[in-house]
C-alpha cells in the first residue's frame, strides 16, 4: 500500500513555518550567546563601580572611628582618674555608635576602663596579639579580625595614650563586631545595587574578614597567587569564580586604611533572569510574526501549487497518451512550472526511444559487458523447463593477489578478458554472467552435464594458457551442475554448482568439480 505524501501547499507552508521558527531560534540563540556576554560585562561593571563607592565609604568610616579615637586620647593624660577614663570611653561608645565595646589599657596591657562596664574586663590583661602591637608600635592601629576576650570576632582600632611630657601611658581602642550587628555591618549591608549581590571584606590572602553571610566571616577564600598578587597591586578590577556550583561575578575595591579589598559578587542567576524576560518578550513577537507569515503562505501555497496538481493530474489520466495541446493547457504562471510543462511534453516523445536502451544497461554488468544478476535472473527465466541445462560456476583463483601485485586497474582487465573469453567459448543461445566480484555463472541451454563438464574444462584449459594483460597468467576453479525445471530447480542447481566450486576450490584450485544431483 502506498504512503500517503505530503501535499505541496502543506510542504511550502510547513517550510516557511519551519524556516521562521528556525531562523528565530537561531536569533534567539546568538541574542543569548551576545546578550548574555554584555549583561554579564554590564553587571561585572556596576559591582566594580558599587565596591569603590562601598570601599570608600567604608574608608571614611574607618578615618572617622580613628579621628574620634585620636579625640578621646587627647582627652585622657593620666589613668589614675578612673572615673574620667569611664565617662570618656561611653562618650566614645554611645556618640557615634562605631564601636561595639571601647576600652582603656595601660602599657602593661592592663584593662583601666571599659564600655560598656558589662563586659567586666576593668583589671584583665591582656594576651591578644592586637593589644600586644599596639603596645609595641605606640602609633594608631587597625588589627586584623581576632577573637577577644569576650568571644566575639573583632578588628580593633587604637589610638596611643601619652601625657603631656610625651610619656607612653598605654592605648584607647574600640572595637568592631565582625559577626553581630555593628555600624559596619549597617554600611555594608544597606547597598542599592541588587538583592542578589553579595559583599564582604576579604584580604589579600583571602581572609574573609566580613560577610552578609556570618558563618562565611572568618573563612579562608583560596585565591590564586597571581589573584593575590593583583588585589595587592590595583586598587579595583575583576574576576570570575565558582562556588558551590554558582558562577559569580565579583568586582571589588581596595580599603587605602588596610589594605583590605570591598568583594562585589553577582551570581549568573541575574543574568539569566534578565535573559529570560527577554526571551519571553521575543517569544511573544515571534508567535504574532509566525502566525501572520503562516496565513500568508497558505494562500500562495495554493497558487504555487495549483499548475503542478493539474499537470499530474492530466499526466495520470492521460498516461502516455497526453497530447502536447492539453499539456499546454495548464496556467503556468512561473517559470519552473512552465519549464515543466514543456519537459513533460518533450519526455513523452523521448520515452519510447530509450526504454529499450534503458533494458540492456540494467541487464548488462558495465565492467565486463556480459549479463549482471538481473539480466541472468530474466533470461534465465525464458528457458524451457522441461529442458535439462547446465549451470558453471566459476570463480578466478587468488584475485585478490591480482589486485594486490598488479593493481585493481589489472584486476578490472583481467574480468574484462575472462568475460570476452567466455562469450568467445559458449554458444549465442548460452547466458554468461557476472554475479560480482570474480565470480562468473553460466547457462549451457539444453545442455547435459557430461557436455557441460567438456565445456567447463575446455574453459578451464583455455584461460591457463592464455596470457591476460596487466596480470599475466591466471587460474580458473569451477563448479557444474544441471537442472531440470522452474525456478526453484534453477536456484537448487545453482546452490550445487557453488558447492562444486568450493569443492574445486579446496581440492586445489584450476579445477573443474561436478555436483551430481544423482549421484
Known sequence: MLKRKVHLRLLLTSLTAGGII?????MMGAIFLFQKKNIEESLIENNIAYAQKLADTTDRYLRTAQQELAWSASQIKTLDDVIHLAHESDRLRLQSGFFNTVVVVNRDAVIAATSPESIKLVGVKLKSVASRQSIDTKKPFISSPFTSATGNYVIFISQPLFTPEGNYLGYIGGTIYLKKQ????????????NREAVVSIVSNEGLIIFSHDQSKTGEKMVLPASLQKRLADTQNGRFITENEGHKLLIGYANLRTTGWNVFMAGTSETVNAILLHSVRNILWFIIGILALTTGIMVLLAGRIAL????????????GSNATAESVRGVKAWYYEADCLTEAVRDHRKAVSGHMAAISDEAMTDPLTGVYNRRGFTVMADR??????????????????????????????????????????????????SRFGGEEFIVILTHTGLADGMMTAERIRLTVSTAHFPGAGKM?????????????????????????????????????????????
Do not use: W
Open 182 to 193: 555593628s555600624m559596619l555591618s549597617d554600611i555594608l549591608s544597606q547597598h542599592f545595587l
Open 307 to 318: 499548475p503542478l496538481e493539474k499537470l499530474a493530474e492530466m499526466v495520470r489520466e492521460g
Open 383 to 432: 528457458l524451457i523447463n522441461t529442458s535439462e541445462h547446465c549451470v558453471i560456476a566459476i570463480d578466478i583463483d587468488h584475485f585478490k593477489n591480482i589486485n594486490d601485485t598488479f593493481g585493481h586497474d589489472a584486476g578490472d582487465d583481467a574480468l574484462v578478458s575472462l568475460g570476452s573469453l567466455l562469450r568467445q567459448a559458449c554458444r549465442p543461445t548460452d547466458i554468461v
Open 22 to 26: 528556525v531562523t528565530c531560534l537561531l
Open 475 to 519: 587460474t580458473i576453479s569451477a563448479g557444474v551442475a544441471v537442472f531440470i525445471g522452474n525456478e526453484s530447480a534453477r536456484e537448487d542447481g545453482l546452490s550445487r554448482a557453488d558447492e562444486a566450486l568450493y569443492q574445486a576450490k579446496r581440492a586445489g584450485r584450476n579445477r573443474v568439480s561436478v555436483n551430481d544431483a544423482d549421484s
